[in-house]
């Protein structure tokens, strides 16, 4: 539906948001969505008031609802319109149309970003353009992930966004950085070099959220891009936990034969299941299994991924024996994985018995 629909933007605005105008912004996400810019294509109409800069998700909302006004007060920030209406004769057609007032709160699910909440909607001027940045950089944050990504590096992320954006780089050119920083920590980590194995994964880890950030606050997103990310993503962590078993020799601290195979069928079985699981609970029941109800969402925070362990690793390193933090992992992995197999156990059962299985946030809003 929305490949019919066509953008119209009212009003200008020179003031520059992520480095470029809200016009060059809103082109990138209709673009995105498959707009068109010709408006004698289509019987439909995207209105986008230029003086407002908002998160992308009301763009989707507005899109999936024709007849959908989205005001602040008493000014139009963006509407759905069809056929002969138009945004100066809206209160003629008020019958027919739905109206949303982003002063009273409204929350609106974001499947993508697994979070439930009122996306921001803000005037665009000079002054308020940094505040608009960091807010359109927070609503580009997923609402269910890891600890670390969730409250510990999310200033400096937003940090090196802006940099990265004010230099004109790509989402690529971050993520080929973050891979390049990758492939050094795992080297580190076969050397039982920790420390440095650790700086260099840190500084991937932060690289990983900047990437992302990057390409949503930019609209740059590509389907290249989200491979070379996600591949990354989803290959590396085997090899860091077993590189760090290999490691673990230089320290005077090797497992056993029998004890390190165990330990790495373990981590990398356990890895590869867990997220097979996950796989299952989206193709079934077309969610992923974080979002299912609260306690999976909390779950997600600390649940056996590449970044909680590397905080176990880390604590482990610090009291200067990184044997067993490797070990814990392997622990917290199988614990994990239980948790996961339950769960979809659970999901299975729910659906049999006729309960419907959708998000907790879904639900609520």
Known sequence: MSGTIALRL????????????????????ARAEGLSEDASSSDARLYANLDYVFDPSWLRHVLATPGMVV?????????????????DNL???????????????????????????????????PATRREIERKSYFG????????LTKYLWPELALWLT?????????????????????????????????????????????????????????????????????????????????????????????LSSQAFALVMATVILGYVLQRLIEGMFIKDFGMDIH???????????????????????FVALLSGRPDIGLIAVAWWTAISLLVHA???AQAYG????????VSWMEAQA
């Open 140 to 147: 580009a944050y997923k609402g269910v992930t890891d600890l």
């Open 71 to 87: 005001m602040d007060g008493e000014v139009l920030v963006l509407a759905h319109l069809t056929g002969d209406i138009a945004p």
């Open 162 to 254: 802006r940099l990265a954006a004010s230099l004109g780089m790509t989402p690529n050119m971050v993520t080929g950085i973050g891979a390049a920083l990758c492939l050094l920590a795992t080297y580190l980590f076969s050397q039982g070099l920790y420390g440095s194995g650790m700086l260099a994964g840190f500084a991937f880890m932060v690289l990983d959220t900047v990437d992302g950030k990057l390409a949503r606050c930019t609209i740059t997103s590509s389907k290249w891009g989200n491979v070379f990310d996600h591949g990354v993503d989803l290959v590396h962590p085997p090899f860091w936990w077993y590189f760090w078993g290999v490691g673990l020799g230089a320290w005077g601290l090797a």
């Open 350 to 357: 729910a659906k049999r018995s006729g309960q419907p299985i």
């Open 291 to 313: 979002v299912w109800r609260p306690f999976d969402s909390r779950f997600r925070l600390i649940t056996a991924r590449r970044n909680p362990n590397m905080a176990i690793l």
């Open 91 to 125: 209160e003629r057609h008020r019958s027919e149309l739905t109206f949303i007032d982003y002063r009273n709160n409204p929350q609106i699910y974001n499947r993508q970003l697994r979070k439930l909440d009122c996306p921001f909607i803000q005037r665009l001027t």
């Open 10 to 29: 009212l009003g200008n605005n020179d003031t520059p948001i992520w480095g470029m105008t809200n016009a060059e912004r809103l082109r990138r996400l």
């Open 342 to 344: 339950v769960r979809l």
